[in-house]
C-alpha cells in the first residue's frame, strides 16, 4: 500500500499539487484523470521522487523507488541505442536476467533500430517492454494509452490487468476519462491541484457526463456556433 499524506509541490509562487491525501492498493488499478496542466505527471514524479515535496510518501516497500516502475508520457532514448541494447541496459542496471528478446518483443519492435528514431507511440511501447522486465512490485504508467495504435493499447490493457491479478499496484493517468474507464477500480479527478473526486465503477459514466459538461461545452459555448 502506498499513502500520500498532505503532498504539496510549488514552482516558485506557483501551487502544482496542494494538500494531496490518498490511498493507492495492491491489487487494484487506480486512475488519475484531470485535464493537461493538471499536475498528474508532476503528482507521478513526486511519487518517484523526481520531484522535491511537502508532506509525506509512506508504503509498504521501502525503499518505494527499488520496488517501483515509472513510464513517463515521453520516454528518452539516447542517440545511438538500439531498441535491444535499450532492453539490455536496463536489465543490467536492475541486475536482472536479460530476456530472450524475441518472446517478450510483443509490439513487433524494430529492436535492432536507433529508438531515438522511432514514433512517438513506439517509443512508449519500446520503454513499456523494458519496464516490464524490471519486477516492480509497483508500476506508475503517465498517459498510457495516449498516442498509441487501438491494437497496443489493447495489448496494454491486458497487460495492466494481469499485473493486476498478480497484486501489484499500478497507477495510471489520462487526460481522457474514456482511456481509464476498463481498466480502473478508482478514478480520482485532480482539479486545479487537488483530488476534487474520487469515483468507483458504478460512478464512472456519471462523472465522465460531468467532466462533459463543465469543461468541453463551456469551452465550446465561448465560440458561439
Given at each position: 500500500m502506498i499513502q500520500l499524506k498532505k503532498l504539496s509541490k510549488a514552482y516558485g509562487s506557483h501551487l502544482v499539487l496542494d494538500n494531496i491525501n490518498l490511498d493507492i492498493h495492491p491489487g487494484q488499478v487506480t486512475g488519475i484523470v484531470g485535464k493537461n496542466g493538471a499536475?498528474?505527471?508532476?503528482?507521478?514524479?513526486?511519487?518517484?521522487?523526481?520531484?522535491?515535496y511537502a508532506?509525506?510518501?509512506?508504503?509498504?516497500?521501502?525503499?518505494?523507488?527499488?520496488h517501483l516502475g515509472f513510464l513517463p508520457t515521453i520516454p528518452?532514448?539516447?542517440?545511438?541505442?538500439?531498441?535491444?541494447?535499450?532492453?539490455?541496459?536496463?536489465?543490467?542496471?536492475?541486475?536482472?536476467?536479460?530476456?530472450d528478446l524475441n518472446k517478450i518483443n510483443i509490439f513487433n519492435l524494430p529492436l535492432n533500430e536507433y529508438a531515438a528514431h522511432y514514433s512517438t507511440g513506439m517509443k512508449k511501447k519500446l520503454a513499456l517492454t523494458a519496464l516490464l522486465q524490471m519486477k516492480n512490485q509497483v508500476y506508475i504508467l503517465d498517459e498510457p494509452f495516449n498516442g498509441v495504435d487501438i491494437q497496443s493499447n489493447l495489448i496494454i490493457d491486458e497487460i495492466i490487468n494481469r499485473l493486476k491479478e498478480k497484486g501489484h499496484t499500478i497507477l495510471i493517468s489520462s487526460h481522457i476519462f474514456s482511456t481509464l474507464k476498463k481498466s480502473c477500480d478508482i478514478i480520482h479527478l485532480l482539479s486545479d491541484g487537488k483530488i476534487s473526486k474520487s469515483v468507483g465503477p458504478e460512478q464512472f459514466?456519471?462523472?465522465?457526463?460531468?467532466?462533459?459538461?463543465?469543461s468541453v461545452i463551456s469551452i465550446v459555448d465561448q465560440m458561439d456556433l
Open positions: 499536475g498528474k505527471t508532476t503528482l507521478f514524479k513526486c511519487m518517484c521522487h523526481l520531484e522535491s508532506g509525506s510518501i509512506e508504503s509498504t516497500h521501502q525503499p518505494l523507488k527499488d528518452y532514448f539516447f542517440k545511438l541505442m538500439t531498441g535491444a541494447e535499450y532492453i539490455r541496459l536496463l536489465c543490467n542496471a536492475k541486475k536482472v536476467d536479460v530476456p459514466t456519471l462523472l465522465e457526463e460531468q467532466m462533459i459538461d463543465t
